[in-house]
């Protein structure tokens, strides 16, 4: 079976995203939210070294729990810094904390964080490979840097769109790619 070139057939974990979960739409907050988190760690890293550390991530994070994120203390930074199963940059902990809040704020104004997203996508998937960014996620990572987001530049913001399913990009190989005759 063929599948992304990026994708190393020989980590599992990596395996199983890219076959399961890469590129399918899944817009509920709570996922929208951890793979914001997710991909924001990812910056100047591979997404197999984030991936591979997800649920020291989500034990770390408390499930990936905004609300809870949100109210992270000094003393909680510091703990996470000194967890050796997770990225420990202060910078993306502290940037997680802001962008909880933000996030909780986009979503206490919009409804949820797909409403948000749909302003800028008007509920269409977009079908696009070999990018790392768009006008789209310049758009959106403008907007959030200006809502105040850290970590969240457009080449971020592509790969988040990947994941989440609004841009499709799986390789024409792939088992995974659509045809342009079965694109909605």
Known sequence: MNRCQWCNEKNEKYVLYHDEEWGVLRLDDEYLFEMLVLESFQAGLSWECVLNKREAFRQAFDGFDRFKIQLYDESKV?????????????????????????????????????????????????????????????????????????????????????????INSHDETCFKYVKKEDRN
């Open 78 to 166: 510091e703990e996470l810094r000194s967890n050796p199963d997770i990225i420990r940059n202060r910078l993306k902990i502290q940037a997680t904390i802001q962008n909880a809040r933000i996030f909780s704020d986009i979503v206490k104004e919009k409804g949820s964080f797909r409403a948000y997203l749909e302003e800028f996508t008007d509920g269409k998937i977009y079908y696009e490979t070999n990018l790392t960014h768009s006008t789209l996620s310049d758009a959106i990572s403008k907007d959030l840097k200006k809502k105040g987001m850290k970590f969240v530049g457009t080449t971020i913001i592509y790969s988040y769109l990947q994941a989440i399913g609004i």
